[in-house]
């Protein structure tokens, strides 16, 4: 890969941590929502299961972790665990768990921010995907076999 493409992944990888800081950090307020109380809750609810994905999936990376759509040189493909069902459970575990504390905190800016995040998750996969594609030659055949964010969705 070229510098452009390291540049270009790092700056994807900034405005992905710049929205996950926004949703967990800009205020919270219930009081005055016109959403009602069990949409909080179950907000509330999704937190832990998208942690969940999201830590069993880092895990499942090992050495060919890296934040950056751009693969590691010694990199090899992953698709064992949940990566046999989907192709980005990363991005699952972070979608999951950024709609869990933007509905739990009731005010729209974090419906905003999350939305933003699933544009950009959407963008960067399909950038990384080329990139996978590229170094991979079994690629193809994974994707066409495997859900992108969620089992059997988006082959």
Not at 17 to 43: H, Q, R, Y
Not at 67 to 80: F, N, Q, R
Not at 93 to 118: D, K, Q, R
Request: hydrophobic share 50%.
């Amino acid at each position: 890969m070229d510098a452009k493409d390291k540049k270009k992944g790092n700056l994807l990888v900034a405005i992905q941590f710049v929205l996950l800081a926004a949703i967990l950090l800009f205020p919270n307020t219930t009081e005055g929502s016109l959403l009602p109380a069990w949409v909080f809750s179950f907000g509330g609810y999704l937190i832990w299961p998208g942690l969940a994905i999201l830590a069993v999936s880092i895990f499942k990376l090992g050495p060919s972790l890296t934040a950056s759509p751009v693969p590691k040189e010694d990199s090899t493909l992953v698709v064992t665990g949940l990566y046999k069902f989907m192709r980005h459970p990363i991005y699952t575990g972070l979608l999951i768990t950024g709609l869990g504390l933007s509905l739990e905190a009731g005010v729209l800016p974090h419906i905003w921010f999350w939305a933003g995040l699933v544009w950009l998750l959407v963008y960067k996969s399909n950038w990384e995907e080329v990139l996978l594609a590229e170094r991979y030659p079994e690629y193809a055949a994974y994707k066409a076999r495997t859900g992108r964010f969620f089992p059997k969705l988006g082959k």
